[in-house]
């Protein structure tokens, strides 16, 4: 089964995602669960086209949790960050103390030894970022109090991981199962070096991912944006995560928790939306694979033969976390529905418990069997948790009857501003100028790099990218956004926009530029309502100025020119879709344009001056004539 | 309580006794409105020479703000700088014209202008010159316009004593559409005779008859 080659392999984990995935979403389960059940369809224990490979497969597949870290990263700019350690460090904290003290008390209880019921304690302790994450972006709910805690609580627990790897080795009393072989942290630069060189060496890479991601990276990626060759910048971006998770597990420290940062330190880039467009697919399709292992993983050989013993773990897993997880949520004063979102969403074991036990197991810590039961019971809680959720969703949610979705107006990790415009020149500039001095936050994305660089340096947030790409409008947040200002100077691309914008984001009222009349019919032509000619206020400007000089008064002249105004705006939805037909096209436009001045011409003069009516007492003159 | 009707005539500038014991002279404010002056007849010739006369300001509001982007602070300095204001345009729809409502809406703010904190124009002066099409006879009970213009004129009346403001007679020319220059010259030469009389601290010129 195993010896066909990558091909078939790749071809059963795709088929067995495009069969399942759909399916699960179609009867309302989420996607993750439907990965899962794929996992367990092609796993050893279903139609078997999978083997033991699936554990490499899954190693592998963990980079996709690594991206996602790295995504959410660069959503979260360190502001928010800073503004969230409260909830990081007091919910975290207390929900990885208060689980491990639980966890273990019951695995002594249930015939552990001290040490050993530590490490399960500390190791089961954790959840599934994975699972959770996506679960809930899925479900829209990460803005949510309950998404934002679940949230921080699983930045603190990725963080702990670090101290566990410590600990752990501390915690073997018998002989080191295999100290030679390392495992998955075997062989890293640091190990010949005492602890704190080891710290150094800690320090500096952080160090390093934060100086360079502020000054290196930034030049670096405007010189690639400069070849503009789409293909060579997402090759950089995914370098850049590669790397910086090599070097992470090069000093010892979680790769994921490494690329979170750089995403934090690259979220105030003008790079982070066309990255974040150009990552976005590599950690779905790994975050699918990493799932359909994980549910390959199951091993059910061993629950049909323990049914009982495992279940028992599985339930008490569940329903310690559970506990404590609501217990925090009182604590921190959560509303009732958010507080039942955030428990059911975290209440299992982490894809990190896999990592930790087939460490513990090594270091000598926990025995095989011991671990064999408990990742059987992790994996298992992890497919349950989509389930749970949907049981929260659907009967104990409605019973509340107060369900805020979104309940906080500070939105700590998408970018959701009304506005998106595209084009940062001479016109973008002034219409987003004009946006934030009435305290509209518009997403601006420009696609020449010298210039947003500029713009950058005079405080302005703006994006690189190419505009016309759906991954990157839908990064910059098209799909929430309301309307979306087309400014850029190339009208080609604006056509090509429109169309595709209408198509994807139905949502987004469309307001366009155009040069002159012959980029606006073609807009009209094309149904969009708003089209702005970019000469034409201005024109339309200095002729009020014109007639002022000239002895009009200034009224009179405003009058003449919101009248001019509509005339030509009439003349031009008149006249769009006539263009083609040279011949046809001149012979209108003209006749228009001579309507058009001999109507304000006279307007002038069959009134005496002005053509405003209701200020002429001319008839009403000649009326009191007639009167008695 | 002020005579409805145009003023009776002033004594010149030159038969104003003027002797320690007059009052101390008064600046003179003149908001003028009219939305559309190339097509008027009179206010145009009333208007004229007006800002020739000492101790007197000739503002034109839709010469100035012609969009009606009324500039508050600078509104508000000037009347501050003036003692007396005088609001002039032609009798729209029994009211003022579109601009002379929103200067007032935004010029005339809570806390300056009224309300509590709201002492600024506290003491001034305000006097209405207005042109009416119909004659002083269709202003009154039975007439065509029902009532007297005292009576149509309370609103503004009413924004000068919630300022603080003692609001003088207005100055009314009738009967515009049927006016002949002559006339009209007539008029404008009373009008310049009050705003010169009103600078000397003549405030009520008209009660004195």
């Not at chain 1, 090599?246 to 994921?256: K, N």
């Amino acid at each position: 089964m195993h010896g066909q080659g990558f091909f078939f392999q790749a071809f059963v984990y795709l088929a067995a995602a495009v069969i399942a995935v759909p399916l699960a979403k179609r009867l309302g389960l989420g996607s993750v669960l439907g990965y899962l059940i794929a996992g367990m369809a092609i796993g050893p224990f279903g139609l078997g086209l999978i083997g033991e490979e699936g554990q490499d497969v899954m190693h592998f597949a963990e980079f996709g949790v690594v991206m996602m870290l790295f995504l959410i990263g660069l959503e979260l700019q360190p502001a928010l960050l800073w503004r969230m350690r409260g909830p990081i460090l007091g919910m975290g904290g207390l929900q990885v103390l208060l689980s491990t003290t639980l966890i273990a008390g019951i695995g002594a209880f249930a015939g552990l030894v001290w040490n050993e019921a530590i490490a399960v304690g500390l190791i089961l302790a954790l959840s599934s970022t994975a699972i959770v994450l996506q679960t809930l972006a899925e479900k829209g709910l990460i803005n949510t109090d309950g998404g934002q805690s679940a949230f921080a609580v699983l930045l603190f627990q990725d963080i702990a991981v670090i101290p566990m790897l410590a600990v752990l080795p501390l915690l073997a009393v018998g002989p080191s199962a295999s100290a030679a072989e390392h495992g998955e942290h075997g062989g890293t630069l640091v190990d010949g070096l005492p602890a704190w060189g080891q710290t150094l060496s800690v320090l500096l890479a952080v160090v390093a991912i934060v100086i360079g991601g502020r000054y290196l990276i930034r030049p670096v990626f405007r010189f690639i944006a400069h070849t503009r060759q789409a293909e060579i910048f997402t090759a950089a971006g995914l370098l850049l995560v590669i790397g910086i998770a090599l070097l992470m597990t090069q000093v010892g420290l979680s790769p994921a928790l490494g690329t979170f940062l750089a995403g934090v330190v690259l979220a105030e880039s003008e790079y982070r939306h066309e990255l974040e467009a150009d990552i976005e697919p590599f950690k779905g399709l790994l975050l699918g694979v990493f799932f359909i292992a994980v549910g390959a993983s199951v091993d059910f050989a061993l629950i049909a033969a323990e049914p009982g013993s495992i279940g028992a773990i599985v339930g008490t897993l569940i329903a310690v976390k559970l506990l404590v997880l609501l217990g925090i949520g009182r604590l921190f004063r959560m509303g009732q529905d958010q507080n039942l979102l955030f428990s059911f969403s975290l209440a299992q074991g982490g894809e990190f418990a896999f990592v930790l036990f087939s460490f513990a197991a090594q270091q000598g810590v926990l025995d095989t069997s011991t671990t064999q039961r408990l990742v059987a019971a992790v994996a298992i809680s992890m497919a349950a948790t989509p389930l749970l959720m949907l049981l929260n969703e659907k009967l104990l949610q409605p019973r509340l009857g107060t369900r805020e979705r979104e309940s906080r107006s500070a939105d700590v990790i998408e970018e959701q501003n009304p506005v998106i415009i595209a084009g940062f020149g001479r016109v973008g500039g002034i219409v987003g100028r004009f946006l934030t001095a009435n305290g509209i936050s518009a997403t601006v994305l420009e696609f020449d790099s010298d210039h947003v660089e500029v713009l950058r340096k005079l405080g302005l947030k703006v994006f690189y990218g190419d505009a016309s790409r759906i991954d990157l409008l839908r990064a910059a947040g098209a799909e929430h956004a309301k309307v979306m200002l087309l400014a850029i100077d190339d009208h080609d691309k604006i056509m090509q926009m429109v169309e595709t914008i209408r198509a994807q984001f139905p949502n987004l009222k469309l307001l366009v530029r155009a040069r002159g009349r012959l980029e606006a019919y073609a807009l009209i032509e094309e149904g969009i309502d708003h089209v702005y000619r970019e000469t034409f206020e201005t024109s339309l400007r200095m002729g009020v100025d014109a007639l002022e000089a000239l002895g009009t008064r200034a009224h009179r002249a405003h009058r003449a020119a919101q009248r001019f105004r509509r005339h030509d705006e009439a003349s031009l939805l008149a006249l769009a879709g006539m263009q083609h037909d040279r011949n046809q096209y001149i012979t209108a436009a003209r006749e228009h344009m001579q309507l058009l001045e001999s109507t304000l011409v006279q307007d002038l003069e069959e009134r005496g001056e002005g053509g405003d009516d209701g200020w002429d007492a001319e008839s009403l003159r000649q009326d009191l004539g007639d009167e008695p | 309580m002020f005579a409805p009707g145009p003023w009776p005539a002033v004594p010149l500038m030159s038969d104003v006794p003027f002797d320690a014991a007059s009052p101390p002279p008064q600046r003179v404010l003149v908001l003028f409105a009219h939305p559309a002056l190339e097509k008027s007849r009179v206010n145009r010739v009333l208007i004229e020479g007006v800002d020739a006369i000492d101790g007197v300001t000739f503002h034109d509001l839709y010469e100035a703000y012609p969009d009606f982007d009324v500039d508050v602070e600078r509104e508000q300095a000037l009347l501050l700088e003036h003692d007396i204001i005088v609001l002039q345009h032609p009798f729209y729809w029994y009211s003022t014209p579109a601009l002379v409502k929103q200067w007032e809406d935004l010029v005339l703010e809570h806390g300056w202008a009224y309300g509590h904190a709201g002492h600024a124009l506290h003491g001034k002066r305000l006097m209405s010159a207005i042109t009416t099409g119909g004659s002083r006879s269709a202003y009154q009970e039975g007439g065509h316009n029902r009532y007297p213009i005292a009576e149509l004129l309370r609103p503004i009346e009413q924004t000068a004593r919630l300022c603080g403001m003692r609001y003088l007679p207005p100055f009314i020319v009738y009967g515009t559409l049927a006016m002949t220059p002559e006339q009209a010259r007539a008029h404008a030469s009373d009008y310049r005779a009050l705003l010169s009389a009103l600078t000397h601290g003549q405030l009520e010129p008209g009660a004195e008859d």
